[in-house]
């Protein structure tokens, strides 16, 4: 049986992670999310773990079936904060959006621009007031999203 750790049940997370299940990019996730404040010893977000996470918000298929989970944890927890954090290369991006995979660096990188930016307005709309930001790792390092052109 392994080590257990007490649950804090008087915390309640205010932010939402939401990143690819793909286990490399695990530790430069939560690494960023220390570096923003979302994530600290005292402050544990919810987080949602899924392949390609802007896409899956953006195409109309699986957004029909993530907004409610994202609805419910933010009524559950009353999170104000969701942060979005694609990765590329992105083998689900490869599989599922034309132009991905025949795509440069540069351009790999704008598809997710495009991608997370959507994502953005699509949460933003479905839950006013709610804090979004977006986030997008390359191998070796966070690109900074503000020099995509809009």
Not at 41 to 50: F, K, S, Y
């Amino acid at each position: 049986m392994s080590d257990y750790h007490p649950v804090e049940l008087g915390y309640m997370p205010d932010a939402l992670l939401m990143y690819c299940s793909d286990g490399r990019f695990f530790d430069a996730h939560e690494s960023s999310a220390e570096t923003h404040g979302v994530k600290s010893e005292d402050r544990l977000p919810d987080r949602i773990v899924i392949p390609g996470p802007s896409y899956s918000i953006v195409e109309e298929s699986s957004g029909r079936v993530i907004l409610p989970y994202i609805r419910g944890l933010l009524k559950l927890h009353g999170c104000t904060q969701i942060s979005i954090y694609d990765h590329f290369p992105c083998g689900w991006m490869t599989e599922n959006t034309e132009g991905y995979r025949e795509s440069d660096e540069a351009g790999k990188i704008a598809i997710h621009g495009r991608h997370l930016k959507a994502a953005e307005e699509i949460l933003s709309q479905s839950f006013k007031g709610i804090d979004i930001q977006t986030h997008l790792f390359g191998p070796k390092e966070e690109i900074d999203l503000s020099r995509l052109a809009a």
